[in-house]
């Protein structure tokens, strides 16, 4: 999957070193992404430190955070929301 934004891609290879494969092929903009890349709770906690890491951006303090799971979509929407200036 070839995406032009950045923050997506970045999410994709976020989501891939999680897994130890690439997950591109397995998700669509709006696939659900805990259920496409079948998710557990340390994966998402992961996931949620690299965030924090990597980007500066605070993730699952906010109970809607894991509604941005549902979607790549949705995760990148809030990670755009979230970045620091």
């Known amino acids: 999957m070839a995406t ?3 923050i997506t891609g970045t999410l994709i290879g976020f989501l891939s070193d999680i897994k ?3 997950v591109a092929p ?3 903009a709006d696939d ?3 259920r496409a890349l079948n998710l557990d709770s340390l ?5 949620s430190v690299r965030l924090e890491k990597d980007l500066g951006v605070e993730f699952g303090k ?3 955070d894991l509604a941005a799971l549902e979607s ?3 995760l990148t929407a809030l ?3 979230r970045l620091p200036a």
């Open 4 to 6: 032009p934004d950045p």
């Open 72 to 74: 790549l979509h949705g």
């Open 62 to 64: 906010d109970p809607a």
């Open 32 to 34: 659900n992404a805990l």
């Open 79 to 81: 990670v755009r929301d």
């Open 26 to 28: 397995d998700l669509a």
């Open 43 to 47: 994966e998402t906690v992961e996931l």
């Open 20 to 22: 130890g494969r690439d």
